[in-house]
C-alpha cells in the first residue's frame, strides 16, 4: 500500500502544471532603431536568468509614448532618452501639468547620438542649410523630435523655416532614398541599421555640429553632451563627425518589485557581454556611465545594487 502510495504521488507530480512565469512588457520603440534589438536582447536575458519572469519587447513610438505606458502600467520598463525621462519626472516640457511623479531608473544604458543624414549631393553641409527644406524630425511623440526641436531652435530654427515630416527611422531613410525628404533626424545608438542600410544603396553624408551650435543646444537641455561619431561608423563615411548625445534610460515604475529591479539591475551590468552580442551600443552599459549620465531617481531596488558595488549615488537619483 505505502509502494501505491508512492506511485500516485509521483504521477500526480507528473501531471501538475508547472507556475506560469509572470510576463514583463519591455517598451521601445521602432523596428529601425536600437531600442527594439536591445529590449529584445534584455527581454531573452530576464527570461534565462530572473526565475518565474519573462519578458516580451514592444513596438512604440518611443521615449514620450514609453513614458505613459509605464505610468499607467501598460508596461513594466521602457527604453527613453534622458531628457524625456527628465521631463516625465519633473513635469516640464512636454509634460508640463501632468508630472508623472511613479517613474524610476534602473539605469542609464548607453548614449544616443544625434545623426542628421543626407544624400552626399543633396547640397546640405550645416545646420543652417536644412533651412528651407522637406526635413523628417522623427516618428511623433519620439525622443528623436524633441531632440530635434531642441537643436533647431536653440540655433534659431524654427518648424515654420522647414517644412516637418513626422516619420519613423525606416520611413526617413526611405523618405531620403526616394528623395521625398532633403534630410532627416536620428537620436539613436550609433550604429543603426535604418542609417546603415540607407548608406548601400545611396552615398549619404552625415550633418556635423558646430562647437557654437553643439554648446547652444546644451544650453537648451542640459541632457545633451559633445559626442563624435567615429570615422568609417557608416559605408562613405570618411571624416569624424561632431554632433550631441543623450543617455538612454531603463525606466520602471516606483511600483515595480524591489527584488525584481534589484535582479534585473543585477543582470544589466553583470551579464552585459550577453547584451553586446546583441547590439554594440551596450559597450556603453557600465556603472560608472549609468551613475554619471542618470538624471532623475533610482528605483530602490537599483540603489541597492548601486551601492552594493560601490557607487557614489547622487542627490537627485535617490527617491
Known amino acids: 500500500m505505502r509502494a501505491l502510495k508512492y506511485v500516485a504521488a509521483a504521477s500526480l507530480l507528473a501531471v501538475a502544471p508547472l507556475a506560469a512565469a509572470q510576463q514583463l512588457s519591455i517598451a521601445t520603440g521602432g523596428t529601425g532603431g536600437t531600442y527594439y534589438p536591445l529590449g529584445g536582447g534584455m527581454a531573452e536575458m530576464i527570461g534565462k536568468h530572473i526565475e518565474g519572469y ?24 521602457a527604453l527613453a532618452l534622458a531628457d524625456t525621462v527628465h521631463q516625465a519626472y519633473n513635469g516640464t516640457g512636454d509634460f508640463e501639468g501632468r508630472q508623472l511623479e511613479n517613474i524610476r531608473a534602473l539605469a542609464s544604458v548607453y548614449p544616443n547620438a544625434v545623426q542628421i543624414v543626407t544624400l552626399a549631393d543633396s547640397g546640405i553641409e550645416s545646420l543652417s542649410d536644412l533651412e528651407g527644406k522637406v526635413i523628417s524630425v522623427g516618428a511623433p511623440g519620439s525622443g528623436t523630435e524633441l531632440n530635434a526641436r531642441a ?33 532627416g533626424f536620428w537620436s539613436v545608438g550609433p550604429p543603426t541599421s535604418s542609417i546603415m542600410n540607407l548608406a548601400t544603396t545611396r552615398d549619404i553624408r552625415l550633418v556635423g555640429l558646430t562647437d557654437e551650435e ?27 563627425v561632431q554632433t550631441i548625445g543623450i543617455p538612454n534610460v531603463l525606466a520602471v515604475s516606483s511600483e515595480m518589485d524591489e527584488e525584481l529591479a534589484y535582479q534585473i539591475t543585477q543582470m544589466l551590468f553583470e551579464r552585459t557581454d550577453e547584451l553586446i552580442e ?23 531596488g537599483a540603489l541597492r545594487y548601486y551601492e552594493e558595488v560601490g557607487a557614489e549615488i547622487a542627490d537627485h537619483q535617490r527617491p
Open 214 to 240: 553643439v554648446a547652444n543646444a546644451r544650453e537648451e537641455s542640459p541632457v545633451f553632451a559633445r559626442y563624435t561619431l567615429r570615422e568609417g561608423l557608416y559605408e562613405g563615411m570618411d571624416e569624424a
Open 151 to 183: 537643436v533647431l531652435e536653440s540655433n534659431g530654427i524654427t518648424y515654420d523655416d522647414i517644412d516637418p515630416r513626422r516619420l519613423n527611422f525606416n520611413e526617413t531613410a526611405d523618405a531620403i532614398r526616394d528623395g521625398d525628404i532633403a534630410a
Open 278 to 300: 546583441v547590439h554594440p551600443a551596450a559597450n556603453d552599459t557600465t556603472v560608472e556611465f549609468s551613475i554619471e549620465s542618470t538624471p532623475i531617481a533610482f528605483h530602490p
Open 54 to 77: 519573462e519578458a516580451v519587447a514592444e513596438v512604440t513610438g518611443a521615449s514620450v509614448e514609453n513614458m505613459g505606458l509605464v505610468w499607467r502600467g501598460d508596461s513594466d520598463m
